[in-house]
């Protein structure tokens, strides 16, 4: 006999929500024990309801479905993790694949694909998209520390140097060397190509 799987939805969107879960509903295996609409929720939830699988979206009110999957590791690792997400790019895919959850589906993913991908991930299995998967192993990693990701964050929203140096408590001078530095490491041809490239890895 096939063992129940509990399974904690977390989705903003109430019809998407509403619509995992009635097509959840007719298999005979998987049960939704705990829906929730707030990252903050996923937590409690998850210890509350000791489900097997947590299907969680990415984008949330709250902590975001990644840091919730952080936490559901470190406190019930237990709980499988399958990523939900609109957001079908390799680098949401490398974060989700960093605190460990096993399983990843874009939301145009066909209706079929979801039971089985629970069941995997419940089983302890990987599910990943392919494409997605190669493109994350061929993703540079961030370069730039954390003070220099600071600084370029400022450029991104169109400070200069001296706005940057009054936010950072930091005088022009180091301000220009390290956005000097940030252009070398990327490869860059100046502040703004520099922003073009961290935006486009989503590191910004």
Request: with cysteine; aromatic share 2%; net charge negative.
């Given at each position: 006999m096939t063992s129940q799987i509990d399974v904690l939805l977390a989705e903003d969107m109430h019809l998407v929500r509403g619509a995992l879960a009635a097509l959840l509903s007719g298999e005979p295996d998987i049960s939704v024990v705990a829906e929730?609409?707030?990252?903050?929720?996923?937590?409690?939830?998850?210890?509350?309801?000791?489900?097997?699988?947590?299907?969680?979206?990415?984008?949330?009110?709250?902590?975001?479905?990644?840091?919730?999957?952080?936490?559901?590791?470190?406190?019930?690792?237990?709980?499988?993790?399958?990523?939900?997400?609109?957001?079908?790019?390799?680098?949401?895919?490398?974060k989700a694949m960093a605190v460990d959850a096993l399983g990843f589906l874009v939301k145009d993913a066909a209706p079929t694909e979801l039971a089985p991908a629970i069941r995997a991930v419940a089983r302890g299995e990987r599910v990943l998209d392919a494409k997605l998967a190669a493109a994350a192993l061929r993703l540079r990693?961030?370069?730039?520390?954390?003070?220099?990701?600071?600084?370029?964050?400022?450029?991104?929203?169109?400070?200069?140097v001296k706005d940057i140096a009054e936010r950072l408590f930091l005088s022009r001078g180091?301000?220009?060397?390290?956005?000097?530095?940030?252009?070398t490491k990327l490869d860059a041809r100046n502040r703004l190509d520099a922003v073009r490239i961290a935006t486009e890895h989503d590191w910004l």
């Open positions: 929730v609409a707030n990252g903050d929720r996923i937590l409690p939830a998850v210890l509350e309801h000791e489900p097997d699988v947590a299907v969680l979206d990415v984008d949330l009110p709250g902590i975001d479905g990644i840091t919730a999957a952080s936490l559901i590791h470190e406190h019930r690792p237990g709980c499988a993790v399958l990523v939900l997400t609109a957001l079908g790019r390799p680098t949401i895919l490398r990693d961030n370069p730039l520390s954390e003070r220099e990701m600071a600084v370029l964050r400022q450029a991104a929203d169109g400070a200069d180091t301000v220009r060397n390290y956005l000097g530095i940030i252009v």
